[in-house]
């Protein structure tokens, strides 16, 4: 909330964490620090859509984290290309993988659905018929304490048709009904991963899908019971527009659910060129391209952004997620696909905490399979308040707080080091006993690091009063602070 003192505006942040995604907080950069994006780091190869009924077109994969298991589920479908065109030899299905740690997973005989004959299979639903609602499936676990036992997990999903997102409900995440017969949002072209999830900050569901505007762009509307939605409107974005958005991969994220956090994907129409000649897989883009030449020379791969009203969103230009230095399945559109959805997973490293992952797609329309990789990240780690050894600092707008310790989530150099300075809101001068040369010098690599300022002082005392805080930063990432 926003309070006002003598005139100039007070951001009340209480003990909420505050990440460095944008310059909502920061009144001053100087010297030579600035805002960086950090991008996540690939790992193993997470799963391979190897079955008949998957296919090298699988894809839009949703994953989360629920009760100490992993869930994905993800779309299975099949292209081919040889003959100039694109053809489908099955129907699309939706699919499950299950894991225990989210690093290695597994397709669980669910028994569900019939595929060829057999029900050893992991699809929970099935488009055969034109009707069903199975196509771009997206499911989340609803978190509303006023949700419906039989609709605690809840989805959106378009038919064959793309005429409507219709909403569907299920009490285990297995087993899916219609929660009304007609599509609940309309106003659309829904041939994306269109998705919606309870916004606990503002009490209501919120969804993000696919329409144009000068190409492939995001409509946003939001509903208090998952069946009756506002008028979409399209979201914005600082600096501007920069891209085409194939999908959003928006969500709340989950240590600072006031700040979402979006993973588009980002569509390069670029025709057909000596340049995209030179790039990887030259033969199997000509194939592509006799289907259509977008099909051979567009380029996808994956981008960043945040937003703190769900409506405007700090995007960064820079990809996020590169193709990368490869000889296959990475160049071509439809790769690099980024999942819906953040979870945690081990570190390789004993004794280290926890790491962010997300799963990242590969090999599009090749072969008889497609691949998705988890990449990782640092916890809050996606832009960081950056300074090199010869320093730099940030100072925040005038801002209050709720709680008696600051906590940080850095990391610094042997040589490195981060100093807090608490400023009077109005003018250019320490809070007595919270000065620069007060604070205990941070050093090393910590996601909750307590400041500390001698001799003992008493932070409390501060909190609800207006202050600023100056960080200075010398070899240092600052990822995010907290009041506790």
Known sequence: MTESLDGQGIIDIGSR??????????????????????????????????????????????????????RMYYRGW????????????????VCLAESSDGITWSKPELGLVEYEGSRRNNIIIDARDDSSPAINFVP?????????????????????????????????????????DEPVITKGYFDSQNLAFWDGERGEYRDYHRDFRHGRDILTCVSSDFLDWTEPVWVDY??????????????PYFRAPHIFVGFPTRYVDRPWSAAIDDLPERAHRRIRADA????????????????????TFNIWPEAYIRPGLRPVDNWTYGDNYQNWGLVTTRSPIAGAPDELSIYVNEGY????SAS????????DGFVSLNAPLSGGEMVTKPLSFKGRDLELNFSASAAGSV?????????????????????????????????????????????????????????????????V
């Open 17 to 70: 964490r505050e990440l460095l995604v944008d310059d909502h907080l920061i009144a001053s950069i100087s010297r030579d620090a600035a805002l960086r994006l950090h991008r996540p780091v690939p790992q193993e190869i997470a799963l391979v859509t190897d079955a008949t009924w998957e296919g090298n077109a699988s894809g839009y994969y949703t994953v989360f984290q629920d009760e100490g298991a992993y």
């Open 78 to 93: 099949h292209f081919t290309h040889d003959s100039g065109s694109l053809e489908y030899p099955h129907y699309e299905v």
């Open 140 to 180: 989340f676990k609803d978190p509303n304490p006023n949700a419906a036992d039989d609709a605690r997990y809840k989805a959106l999903a378009n038919n064959r048709g793309y005429k409507g997102l219709f909403a569907l409900g299920s009490p285990d995440g297995l087993h899916w009904n219609l929660l009304r």
């Open 238 to 251: 600082r600096p501007g527009r920069i891209a085409e958005l194939y999908t959003n991969q928006i969500i």
């Open 292 to 311: 259509q030449e977008r099909y051979g020379a567009a380029l996808t791969d994956g981008l960043f952004m945040s937003s703190r009203d769900a409506l």
């Open 365 to 368: 329309w090749r072969g008889q």
């Open 372 to 379: 998705l990789r988890r990449y990782t990240m640092r916890v």
């Open 419 to 483: 100093r807090v300075e608490i400023l009077h809101a109005q003018v250019d001068t320490a809070i007595e006993g919270f000065g620069l040369a007060d604070c205990v010098e941070i050093l090393g690599d910590d996601l909750e690091r307590k400041v500390r300022w001698e001799p003992g002082v008493d932070l409390s005392k501060l909190s609800g009063e207006a202050v600023r805080l100056r960080f200075v930063l010398h070899d240092a990432d600052l990822f995010a602070y907290r009041f």
